[in-house]
């Protein structure tokens, strides 16, 4: 029924970050496909005047006091950060010609 | 010291340690060193835990008893050894949710869940071993390697709590932590002749939980008897106001419930969909025999039809996937964790891509690609919308049922522990596993599993799920803890003291 082709699982990684190997992409499209068809199931039911449900329990509105409260630790952070310096993130370049 | 305790310290109940602690019998640092001592012995085999923080767990059991010592108030957990989950952060303790990605990341922070143990006076052992962010029912999918059963060491432990259930069986810890997105604390329970409970969604704080599905997510107790999960949570549940989805309200009085363990009169509804084809023999005779039990107990049983369950693993695998896609989304190699690829030339997002093919493991990348597929354009309104209808028609079956019965029960699981790998390149036959277990969570209330002895053909554990309705938690510790009760009585013992010996 709905066959994920190749090319869109390149999409797909492509959107989601992922650099597979072509290997993966091969496998990846064979057990998507199988995994679509099972949960497609889903729209047998459920007809036009069913509402949605986003969130079991539904609580609006959830507020809470403004006040100070302690933060993160800084060095702790930059204990976790992979790179760096001058007291921030060092990250790749953001633009470029590609 | 009495002689109850010593050598057989590991294998006794929290409450019955709390007892004997209070009473000067045993120290929590004896307990503390027993566990770890246990730790020492048998995890090369077991492999539940992925960390364990021996000085900071012995410090804090010395810290109790001193406390203790010197006459102060403590709560019935102080001193009591836990095993967590590796999704809860614990502030500089490495927490990897199971995944590479996370490979030597620690937490700045504590979740609540831990804030509230260590108020409590637990003492935290380790961090227990999971299928990689939760995905998955068997630990298979861990970055770090299987944890294996302590039933038999060639099967699984179940998924994705499988660390936490099988430090249990395995004697390493009373207590344990887990989260339960689709029955990663109930599966791995029944698998392992242990008890686990899904509270209800909001009931326990998930600020500072690694996100796997934000609106299905619900952290839980895990132990070797009711009372035991009972008192658990107790100390974790109640609003936090760090998590916006945390319920304001009072919470249900679980240790009563646990300790009356009365069903006389209760109204108690056998799933129709839930039990037929498909479950093992063994797994339905077990289940048969222990509602007779509560029949016996006095209890109303009668049999209830929700008919839109079947089509509750479509929703999940639509609406899980979906939300994990945008939670994972957060792992880009910029801020922690791993980063790959980075060799001064790369783009931002060049290196993102590599950082997370190289970071996440298989399960992780296909629901990554699934949820990305099900909220594009084009097939929003067929999956992902679709599976938010049946979500509206799962919690609209429950709603009926309870309108006739107080709780519903099922088997936990279609079968007992399968062998690892199996399953593990199969993610259809993986994700049927969870078939009892993901309408509690796509409705939002309450489940627990207790065990109900050993399935004939194999010999291996079988769990009977109980379903209350949103804050009716009290209602499975009643149901859980007369069971248990019956069950107690009649093997002499529970049911984890027939673990063969590791």
Known sequence: MAAITRAEVEHLARLARLELTEGEIDHYAEQLSAIVDAVARVSEVAAQDIPPTSHPIPVTNTFRPDVVRPGVDRDEIAAGAPAWEDDRFRVPRILGES | MAPVMDSDLVRQSAATLSAAMQAGEVTSVQVTEACLARIEEVDD??????????????????????RRAAGAELGPLAGIPLALK???????VP???GSRILADWRPPYDSTVVERLRAAGVVILG?????????GSSTEHSGYGPTHNPWDLERIPGGSGGGSSAALAAFEAPLAM?????????????VTGTVGVKPTYGGVSRYGLVALASSLDQAGPCARTVLDAALLHEVIAGHDPRDSTSIDAPVPDVVAAARSGDVRGMRIGLVRELGGEGYQQGVRQRFDEAVAILTDLGADV???SCPNFEYA????????????????????GMRYGLRAGDDGDASVEEVMSRTREAGFGAEVKRRIMLGTYSLSSGYYDAYYGQAQKVRTLIARDFAAAFEQVDVLVSPTTPTTAFRLG?????????????????PVNLAGNCAMSVPVGLSPEDGLPVGLQIMAPALGDDRLYRVGSALEAALVDRWGHVLTEEVPAL
């Open chain 2, 45 to 66: 085999k077991v492999h539940a835990f992925l960390h364990v923080d021996r000085e900071t767990a012995l410090a804090t059991a010395a810290d109790i008893d001193t």
């Open chain 2, 86 to 92: 590796d999704v809860f952060t614990m502030r500089g």
């Open chain 2, 95 to 97: 927490t990897t949710c």
């Open chain 2, 127 to 135: 961090k227990t071993n999971m299928d990689e962010f939760a995905m």
């Open chain 2, 178 to 190: 887990g989260t339960d997105t689709g029955g990663s604390i109930r599966q791995p329970a029944a």
């Open chain 2, 302 to 304: 009668v049999e209830v």
């Open chain 2, 313 to 332: 693993l479509g929703a999940y695998y639509l609406i899980l996937p979906a939300e994990a896609s945008s939670n994972l989304a957060r792992f880009d």
């Open chain 2, 422 to 438: 199996e399953k593990l390149d199969d993610p259809l036959a993986m994700y049927l596993n969870d078939i009892a277990t993901i």
